[in-house]
């Protein structure tokens, strides 16, 4: 991938962490970000296992809750999300390194 790439991850599982690290090196600023509403979180995460820092987002619009945010994730900084049992959840972004 290059910058300016567009970054687009969708997933069709629920009740499970998802999380997206990208390359060494590489930047993305996530724009967009989707989950399942009141068990739903978004968050980042530092390291295997660690905790996450969520952010509260749980205010749903149609069963979903496009999360407008502008989040800058790395190699060491990456993007955490869940969502509750038999939904799913997506986000989009952009490379900038």
């Not at 600023?29 to 739903?40: F, M, Y």
């Not at 407008?68 to 790395?74: D, R």
């Not at 509750?84 to 390194?97: E, L, P, V």
Request: charged share 10%; proline share 2%.
């Amino acid at each position: 991938m290059a910058v300016g790439d567009i970054i687009a991850v969708f997933l069709g599982v629920g009740g499970v962490s998802y999380s997206y690290v990208p390359a060494a090196g590489v930047e993305i600023v996530v724009t967009s970000a989707l989950v399942r509403h009141t068990t739903g979180n978004v968050g980042v995460q530092t390291s295997a296992g660690s905790a996450s820092t969520d952010f509260d987002i749980n205010t749903s619009v149609g069963g979903r809750n496009p999360c407008n945010i502008k989040l800058g994730i790395t190699n060491s900084t990456w993007l955490i999300l869940y969502a509750d049992t038999g939904s799913g959840t997506a986000f989009s972004g952009i490379q900038t390194k």
